[in-house]
Nanobody, 120 residues
Framework: QVQLVESGGGLVQAGGSLRLSCAASGLSFSKYVMGWFRQAPGKEREFVAAIMWNSDMTDYGDSVKGRFTISRDNAKNTVYLQMNSLKPDDTGVYYC?????????????WGQGTQVIVSS
């Protein structure tokens, strides 16, 4: 079965950094577009970032451009999200996502989520 397992969430002060990781199993990782979505309390799920099969293309939501960086290591079946200059508005549950098509407007596979809380 396919599993996407996130880690690295936690509590951080505004201006700080976190790195999220997502370990994938049960799929041909190098053939899948991978990405991240998030959902803040009382808000709809929001696109954060996506990365192409061989890292040829990346895409970011407008609210995180210049602050977040997505990367992947196909040898380790892992995708990362480096988050810098964090703001309280970045608070939410972050979900790892995987699908076979670009762009990643939605996703077929989802992780369980990891909580990120940014204090002011």
């Amino acid at each position: 079965q396919v599993q996407l397992v996130e880690s690295g969430g936690g509590l951080v002060q505004a201006g700080g950094s976190l790195r999220l990781s997502c370990a994938a199993s049960g799929l041909s990782f190098s053939k899948y577009v991978m990405g991240w979505f998030r959902q803040a309390p009382g808000k709809e799920r929001e696109f954060v970032a996506a990365i192409m099969w061989n890292s040829d293309m990346t895409d970011y939501g407008d609210s995180v451009k210049g602050r977040f960086t997505i990367s992947r290591d196909n040898a380790k079946n892992t995708v990362y999200l480096q988050m810098n200059s964090l703001k309280p508005d970045d608070t939410g549950v972050y979900y790892c996502a995987g699908d076979s098509r670009w762009p990643l407007t939605s996703s077929y596979y989802w992780g369980q989520g990891t909580q990120v809380i940014v204090s002011s």
